[in-house]
């Protein structure tokens, strides 16, 4: 299946909350000052990954679904829903939850 570009996943964190600071790294207002840098990869955005989906990603996407009329419950449970979604489609279980919240992001512009 598809994997994310370097563009979407720069756009995608960038909406989640990354800012870019300027010695050309990221930082998170939730960690503070710390500037992010992933040694493995060499890469100053976060992986997509489980833990940074949930830490970073989903707290955004969730108020976007139930400002929309939904209640907070049903609005986890269509995310839930659109991730399974995708994961049955073939996508690996992290890919699979990035593409629906990037829906629920896109569905909002």
């Known amino acids: 299946m598809e994997e994310p570009t370097e563009a979407q996943i720069k756009e995608f964190w960038e909406w989640c909350g990354w800012e870019h600071t300027d010695g050309g790294f990221y930082k998170h207002p939730t960690i503070g000052s710390a ?35 939904q209640s907070i419950r049903h609005a986890y449970d269509r995310l839930f829903k659109m991730w399974l979604d995708k994961w049955a489609k073939g996508y690996e279980i992290e890919d699979a939850l990035f593409w629906a919240m990037r829906e629920v992001i896109h569905d909002i512009k």
């Open 35 to 69: 500037e992010y840098y992933d040694y493995e990869t060499n890469s100053t955005l976060p992986p997509i990954d489980l833990n940074s989906l949930f830490e970073f990603a989903v707290p955004k996407v969730i108020p976007i679904l139930f400002e929309n009329g």
